[in-house]
């Protein structure tokens, strides 16, 4: 089963920058589509953004649309999340998982799947 690592979390202030990543240990993450999600307090978790593994089709939510940018790199196994202009609503857990991604709508594969642990994203002054 696919097991994926996410890292790259902090505390940032508001209006800054940060970039998360996805590892995939023994695995060639080329070969799925991957989404981010993110989970704040009291809040269901949401999809942020994902990337397919066919032809790069991306999808981010419309709260994050301008501002974050998700992509791929080969050599290293690994799928970032680049977040700029970040704003105190971003602070939430945010996880990576295998998706079924479109460039209109992407999710969860399988649906009841397990989350890895996430990494800590918090904006705040």
């Known amino acids: 089963q696919l097991q994926l690592v996410e890292s790259g979390g902090g505390l940032v202030q508001p209006g800054g920058s940060l970039r998360l990543s996805c590892a995939a240990p023994?695995?060639?993450?080329?070969?799925?589509?991957i989404g981010w999600f993110r989970q704040a307090p009291g809040k269901e978790r949401e999809g942020v953004s994902c990337i397919s593994s066919s032809d790069g089709s991306t999808y981010y939510a419309d709260s994050v649309k301008g501002r974050f940018t998700i992509s791929r790199d080969g050599a290293k196994n690994t799928v970032y999340l680049q977040m700029n202009s970040l704003k105190p609503k971003d602070t939430a857990v945010y996880y990576c998982a295998a998706v079924f991604c479109t460039s209109k709508y992407f999710y969860r594969l399988p649906p009841g799947g397990s989350w890895g642990q996430g990494t800590q994203v918090t904006v705040s002054s």
């Open positions: 023994g695995f060639t993450l080329d070969d799925y589509a």
